[in-house]
């Protein structure tokens, strides 16, 4: 299975920061690596597919790259609502593999 | 606009067999796109189990391939998840989700809200 490691594993930030999270693949993906956000109680939400491709309705704050075993979010100011978990998946093979999760906390 | 629906008992005894279902309204189950299910625990995290296209092609996690069966009902437009011989480390968050693909890259845009399953007897 290709391990997914993100870092740092919680954050804390203040509105109007500037974040970057970052996901490490145990072998060359590509670019087949997607961002979610999840809110307590809720499903994960995509952000980010293909490594630097923003979802259709989502904010263009959020942004991704890299390529091959480095990736990174970033969210280029902070709001309120971006406070949440965010988890990288990895779809270069089956199994597919989601990192252990960033949360993202209020400072 | 897709939206999937999970249901099943959310309770579930050791040894027993774990039964899901996954509703898709708002469009067809026989589109190109693949139907997962995904799991979430608090220690072990976001677990994908497997996938199925219409065609019945499946894809399993070979962690839990020898206990798991997803099938697929394209009259009743829905999917559906099996997995047996459980015991109390199959207690998560289940979710069912749709892959969209482009271009070799796949990712879940639609998901379920989820459904707890507890094991215990």
């Known amino acids: 299975d290709i391990q997914m490691t993100q870092s740092p594993s919680s954050l804390s930030a203040s509105v109007g920061d500037r974040v970057t999270i970052t996901c490490r693949a145990s072998?060359?993906?590509?670019?087949?690596l997607n961002w979610y956000q999840q809110k307590p109680g809720k499903a994960p939400n995509l952000l980010i597919y293909?490594?630097?491709n923003l979802q259709s309705g989502v904010p263009s704050r959020f942004s991704g790259s890299g390529s091959e075993t480095d990736f990174t979010l970033t969210i280029s100011s902070l709001q309120p609502e971006d406070f949440a978990t965010y988890f990288c998946?990895?779809?270069?093979?089956?199994?597919?593999?989601f990192g252990q999760g960033t949360k993202l906390e209020i400072k | 606009q897709v939206q999937l629906q999970e249901s099943g008992p959310g309770l579930v005894k050791p040894s027993g067999t774990l039964s899901l279902t996954c509703v898709v309204s708002?469009?067809?189950?026989?589109?190109?796109?693949?139907w997962n299910w995904v799991r979430q625990t608090p220690g072990k995290g976001l677990e994908w189990i497997g996938e199925?296209?219409?065609?019945?092609?499946?894809n399993y996690n070979p962690s839990l391939k020898s206990r798991v069966t997803i099938s697929v009902d394209k009259s009743k437009n829905q999917f559906s998840l099996k997995l047996s011989s459980v015991t109390a480390a199959d207690t998560a968050v289940y979710y069912c989700?749709?892959?969209?693909?482009?271009?070799?890259?796949?990712?879940?845009?639609?998901w379920g809200q989820g459904t707890l399953v507890t094991v215990s007897s």
């Open positions: 989700a749709r892959d969209s693909c482009s271009g070799g890259s796949c990712y879940s845009a639609y």
């Open positions: 708002g469009g067809s189950i026989s589109t190109t796109n693949w």
């Open positions: 199925i296209y219409h065609s019945g092609t499946t």
């Open positions: 072998q060359n993906i590509i670019s087949y």
């Open positions: 293909a490594s630097a």
């Open positions: 998946q990895q779809t270069y093979s089956t199994p597919y593999t």
